[in-house]
C-alpha cells in the first residue's frame, strides 16, 4: 500500500515514526551541526508528513516538524528570547504548489495584489542582527524560532557585518531598534581553498560550507572564527513601525544602504508565469554562484498584506520556499525484482514508489548483487534514501531502519531467485559477487539474444542466421546486439565464411534496419514475459521508448493483459545499467526506432486461432492481422472479438467463445476479412 492510500490507522503509526526521524535528524542538524542523512532527504520526508497532515488534519500535534522549527539553543551560550520568531517557511516543489498557496491568500484577501519578492534560498546559519540606535548590540542565533544563541562577540568578527549602520538616505531609521535577519554562509571558493590547506596539512577535510559556518560560529574562542572567511548575507529587516518598510523590495533597498550585504539576486516579479520564470533561471545558474543554495523564497511584497494574512500552525502564509529538484529523495520500496542481464548475470533492482530526482521521475535503482543486499539490509516495506549517481543512475544510499514495518523480513537472495525464476538454476562463481544462469555463458547467451533480435518476428534482418552469428561471436566482432550496427565489409572479409558479396549483403541487410518499427525493436530486447503481442500493446500506450523507460509499474498494470509480474520484468529491465548503456549505443550508432499510430479495416478487432489453417502458418496469420490494424491474442478473452476455427480445433478456446459471445468464423470467412 502507498503512502497516498493510508487508511488513519496506518497514517498516524507513519506519521509518529515520521515525526521520530524527522525530529532526530533535525536536532543532530541543528543542535550539533551533524548531518545525519542529505538535506534533501529530510526535506522529503517533511513533505511527506505534510501530506499526510493536510489528508488527516486530526493528525497533527503542536509539537510536529510541520509546526515548528527544530533545535534549541545549546547551554554554552546564553540564550536569548527573540522579540518576533524566526520561523520558518512551508516548502513547495512545483507550479501547482506555488499556485495552489496563491490561491489561498487570495481566498483570505481578494484585494491581494500578486507581486512577489523572490530570493535565492541561501544555505547557511540563520541569524538575526539586532541594532540599537544603528549600533550592533546582538547577534542571535534561529535556535527553536522562539529562543536561540548570543553569538555577538563571534559574529562581530564577520568582516562585512557592520558595527555601526551606515549614515545616509535612511538615517531616520537609525533611531530606535532595527533586526537584521540573515544567513551566516562560507563562500564556495573560500571553503575550497580551506579544504586545500587542510589536505596538505594531513588534516581531515570539512564536510560542506553549511555545517563549517554553523561550527565555527559555535565557536568559545572568537579568534578561531575571525581565523575563518565567513559572511552575512541578509534578507528581511524588521521595525516596529510596518509603515519604515512598506514592502519587501524596499527594506531590501534599505539594508543595502545601511551597509548590509544581501543576495544580488533578488526580482519583483508578477504573477505565477514569471515566479516559474525566476525559479527556473535560478535554478540554471545555480552551480556557478560563490554560495549554496537549495532553492528559492517567494514573499508577496505588500508588507501589510504580508502581516495582516499572519500564520498558519508555525509558517507565514505569505511565503513560501521553493525547493530545487533535489538530488537525494525518501521513498518506499514496493518490491525487488532481479534482472538476467544478457550475459546471464541475476541483477536484482529495486521497485519503489515514483519520486522526483535532479529533475526527473524514477522508480526502480539497481541493487548491483547479493552482497549490496546483504549490506543495505534493504527489504520490501522500507523507506529508503534515493540519490542520482552523476545525475543519470538512481541509486539507494541508505535505508531507513526506524520506518521499517514490523512485518517485514530479510532478503534471502537465493530463495527470491528460485521463486522468481524456478526454471533456472544459478551459480555464483568463485571470486564473484553476482549470481549467473548456470549452463549458459555470455557468449552463448549473446547468441540465443542476437538471434532473437534478429529473427522475422523481430527485426527480420535477412542473411543474419545462426550459422553467421555463431561466426560474428565467436570472432569477437560482436560484444552486444548492437555491435552488428558498426559491421564493415572489411571486418566480415576476415571470416571464412564471407565473399564479397555475401559481406556486402549482411551489411547492407543490418543497415536497412536502423529505423525499425518500434514495436518490433522493443520485442527484440528480449525484455522477459514481452511477446510480440505485449511489445505492440507497450508501444501503442508509449509512443517512443524514453517514454517506456519511465513508465511506472501502475501505468504498465493498467495496459489490458500486462499484471504486476510483466510490469515488475519490464521496469526490471529498463532499470538495468548495461541495458540502459545497451540502448545509448544503438543511438549513437544511429538506430533510431520509429512508431506509427496503427491504421487498417481492422483496427479494433482482435483475433484467437484454434486449429490449423490450411492458406497459412500461425506467424504469417498473426502478422496479416497486426498489419491491418488488428490484434492477435494467444488466447480468447472478454474483449476478444473473433475466434478463428479451422481443422481440429480447441474445444476449450470454443467453449470459452461461446460464454464471452465471441464471434466465431471460419477460415474463408477470415481470408475475405484479410
Excluded at 167 to 191: C, N, Q, W
Aim: proline share 3%; net charge negative; glycine share 6%.
Amino acid at each position: 500500500m502507498t503512502r497516498h492510500q493510508l487508511d488513519f490507522a496506518e497514517a498516524r503509526e507513519r506519521a509518529n515514526k515520521l515525526r521520530q526521524v524527522i525530529n532526530e535528524y533535525r536536532y543532530n542538524y541543528h543542535v550539533r551541526d551533524e548531518s545525519t542523512m542529505p538535506e534533501a532527504a529530510a526535506d522529503s520526508l517533511k513533505h511527506e508528513l505534510a501530506q499526510i497532515e493536510e489528508r488527516y488534519p486530526e493528525l497533527i500535534t503542536p509539537d510536529s516538524p510541520t509546526q515548528r522549527v527544530a533545535g534549541r539553543a545549546l547551554d554554552r551560550f546564553s540564550k536569548v528570547t527573540h522579540q518576533t520568531p524566526m520561523i520558518s517557511l512551508t516548502d513547495v516543489f512545483d507550479q501547482t504548489e506555488v499556485m495552489a498557496w496563491i490561491d489561498r491568500m487570495l481566498r483570505l484577501d481578494a484585494s491581494i495584489k500578486q507581486e512577489f519578492l523572490c530570493d535565492i534560498k541561501m544555505d547557511g546559519l540563520a541569524c538575526s542582527l539586532i541594532y540599537q540606535d544603528g549600533k550592533l548590540v546582538q547577534a542571535v542565533t534561529r535556535g527553536d524560532s522562539r529562543v536561540g544563541e548570543d553569538v555577538t562577540m563571534n559574529v562581530r568578527t564577520i568582516e562585512n557585518v557592520p558595527l555601526h549602520l551606515r549614515e545616509g538616505a535612511h538615517s531616520l531609521l537609525l533611531k530606535g531598534r532595527t533586526e537584521i535577519r540573515g544567513e551566516i554562509v562560507m563562500y564556495k571558493p573560500d571553503f575550497e581553498k580551506l579544504n586545500t590547506q587542510r589536505e596538505t596539512a594531513g588534516e581531515p577535510l570539512f564536510k560542506n560550507p553549511r555545517n563549517l559556518a554553523a561550527g565555527t560560529i559555535r565557536q568559545l574562542d572568537p579568534r578561531l572564527v575571525a581565523a575563518r572567511p565567513l559572511h552575512f548575507v541578509g534578507y528581511d529587516i524588521i521595525r516596529e513601525d510596518v509603515a519604515d518598510i512598506p514592502t519587501i523590495e524596499y527594506g531590501y533597498k534599505v539594508m543595502n544602504d545601511l551597509g548590509i550585504t544581501t543576495s544580488r539576486q533578488t526580482k519583483v516579479v508578477r504573477g505565477i508565469s514569471e515566479v516559474m520564470s525566476y525559479v527556473q533561471h535560478l535554478d540554471s545558474v545555480r552551480s556557478g554562484l560563490i554560495f549554496n543554495t537549495d532553492g528559492a523564497v517567494i514573499k508577496l511584497n505588500d508588507r501589510r498584506k504580508y502581516s495582516a494574512l499572519g500564520t498558519v500552525g508555525k509558517t507565514p502564509r505569505a511565503a513560501v520556499a521553493f525547493k530545487f529538484a533535489a538530488e537525494e529523495a525518501t521513498t518506499i520500496v514496493e518490491d525487488i525484482v532481479i534482472s538476467i542481464g544478457r550475459t546471464g548475470a541475476a541483477t536484482p533492482v529495486a521497485v519503489f514508489e515514483p519520486v522526483h530526482i535532479a529533475g526527473t521521475t524514477v522508480q526502480h535503482a539497481s541493487l548491483h548483487n547479493a552482497d549490496e543486499i546483504a549490506r543495505l539490509d534493504i527489504r520490501r516495506g522500507d523507506t529508503v534514501i534515493i540519490f542520482k549517481a552523476g545525475d543519470i543512475i538512481p541509486q539507494v544510499q541508505r535505508v531507513l531502519a526506524e520506518l521499517r514495518p514490523d512485518d517485514t523480513e530479510k532478503i534471502d537472495y537465493e530463495r527470491e531467485l528460485a521463486r522468481q525464476y524456478p526454471e533456472l538454476e544459478f551459480v555464483r562463481p568463485e571470486g564473484e559477487v553476482v549470481y549467473r544462469v548456470k549452463g549458459l555463458t555470455g557468449p552463448l547467451i549473446l547468441k540465443r539474444t542476437l538471434e532473437h533480435y534478429a529473427s522475422k518476428t523481430a527485426l527480420d534482418i535477412d542473411t543474419l542466421g545462426e550459422k553467421n552469428v555463431d561466426a560474428l561471436v565467436d570472432a569477437g566482432l560482436v560484444n552486444d546486439i548492437a555491435d552488428i550496427y558498426a559491421l564493415t565489409v572489411e571486418q566480415l572479409l576476415g571470416l571464412d565464411r564471407f565473399a564479397e558479396l555475401s559481406a556486402g549483403k549482411l551489411v547492407d541487410a543490418i543497415a536497412a534496419k536502423k529505423q525499425p518499427s518500434l514495436e518490433r525493436f522493443v520485442y527484440g530486447m528480449g525484455i522477459r514475459h514481452v511477446g510480440i503481442q505485449t511489445a505492440i500493446d507497450l508501444t501503442d500506450r508509449f509512443s517512443s521508448i524514453e517514454a517506456l523507460s519511465r513508465a511506472t509499474i501502475d501505468e504498465l498494470k493498467s495496459i489490458d493483459g500486462i499484471g504486476e509480474v510483466v510490469a515488475e520484468s519490464i521496469a526490471a529491465w529498463f532499470a538495468d545499467e548495461d541495458n540502459l548503456a545497451l540502448l545509448q549505443k544503438f543511438t549513437t550508432l544511429g538506430v533510431v526506432p520509429t512508431f506509427e499510430q496503427k491504421t487498417g479495416k481492422l483496427l479494433g478487432s482482435s483475433f484467437v486461432l484454434t486449429g490449423t489453417l490450411s492458406s497459412m502458418g500461425r506467424d504469417e496469420a498473426a502478422e496479416k492481422i497486426r498489419s491491418l490494424g488488428g490484434t492477435f491474442q494467444s488466447a480468447v478473452a472478454k474483449d476478444t472479438t473473433y475466434l478463428v476455427a479451422s481443422g481440429k480445433v480447441g474445444a476449450s478456446k470454443l467453449k470459452k467463445a461461446e460464454s464471452y459471445g465471441t464471434k466465431i468464423i471460419d477460415e474463408d470467412t477470415f481470408l475475405e476479412m484479410l
